[in-house]
């Protein structure tokens, strides 16, 4: 997150932390990529936190959706911490993730109220 205040309200973030794809394919990938294409919130983010960097590590269907939300301008960006400890950093940054430590950002978008998903 950058230092500026954003509209917290038109602003999603999605920290997703499953493990499970279908949850991935099914409600995360599916509103994430909606609510930019479909303008239903200026800024979107998605979080990926703990198990989910595992996952889209391995699979390269849903790494090419978060390609795509890239292109389209969703900002992703991963957990360090989970990244790190699943030793997956890299990988993620190849895939054009900001990997980064989140405690600081995440804690900022709940108190400046921006909306927030957890899946």
Partial sequence: ???????QDDHLVVLWTSGDREVAEKMVFMYTLNSKLREWWRDVTL????PSSKLL????????QVKKMVEIGVEVVAC????????????LV??????KFMGQP?????KQGVKLITI
Avoid at 1 to 7: A, F, N, S, V
């Fill in 47 to 50: 979080i990926v936190w703990g």
């Fill in 80 to 91: 360090k911490a989970c990244a790190d400890q699943y030793g997956v950093s890299d990988r």
């Fill in 106 to 110: 995440l804690t900022a978008y709940l």
């Fill in 1 to 7: 997150m950058e230092d500026k205040l954003l509209d």
């Fill in 57 to 64: 590590s391995d699979d390269q269907a849903l790494q090419d």
């Fill in 94 to 99: 190849e895939l054009g993730i900001d990997v």
